[in-house]
């Protein structure tokens, strides 16, 4: 299992920008706000998902974004969607409940898991995920994180959460 150094000597060695600052355990959206006004770039909320039909599912959406996932399955296509348990988390992404992360792609070998960005994310010059750990936030520069996914056999479903509708996910690929 890739540890927190692992995933940032893997950044460094792709090329991706990044810098990682420590902080107190945060669990849930709306926590750490303090913290998160002293980072730049755009912060994250992130859910782990397994639908009907048993396809997982992460989706990275901006911290402040609607996600309405009663209606969500319609337009990512897949069945009714509920929240995956903390075991299937586990064995798919290598993270805890807390610390679900779109850097945990690094641990899917198998692409088990289809991965959902956030319009927004996909556009902001930089974005904040926990390392694996919710004990820090890494800063990404919006071409490290591109690096990232192309390094890991990632291609996101680019999605506009205002609009609930793809979008054209030519730019991050």
């Known amino acids: 299992m890739t540890t927190r150094a692992d995933l940032l ?3 460094d060695a792709i090329g991706a920008d990044h810098a990682t600052t420590e902080h107190a355990a ?3 959206v709306g926590e750490g706000e303090e913290v998160k006004h002293q980072i730049p770039g755009a ?3 992130n859910l782990f998902l397994k639908d009907a039909k048993g396809q ?3 989706i990275s959406a901006e911290g402040h974004a609607v996600i309405d996932l009663k209606r969500l399955h319609t337009v990512i296509g897949s069945a009714r969607l509920s929240f995956g348990n ?3 988390m586990a064995q798919a992404l290598g993270v805890t409940p807390g610390s679900v992360t779109a850097f945990g792609l690094i641990h899917d070998r198998e692409r ?3 991965f959902v960005l956030d319009r927004t994310l996909a556009e902001a010059d930089q ?3 926990h390392p694996l750990t919710n ?3 890494t800063t990404i520069s919006q071409a490290g994180f591109r690096k990232f996914l192309a390094a890991a056999g990632v291609a996101p479903l680019v999605v506009d959460f205002a609009a609930m509708r793809v979008v054209d996910p030519a730019p991050i690929c």
Do not use: G
């Open 43 to 45: 912060h994250t909320k």
């Open 26 to 28: 945060v669990f849930r």
């Open 56 to 58: 997982l599912w992460l």
């Open 112 to 114: 088990r898991v289809r």
């Open 86 to 88: 903390a075991e299937l």
């Open 9 to 11: 000597a893997f950044l």
């Open 135 to 137: 004990t820090a936030t």
């Open 127 to 129: 974005v904040n995920f």
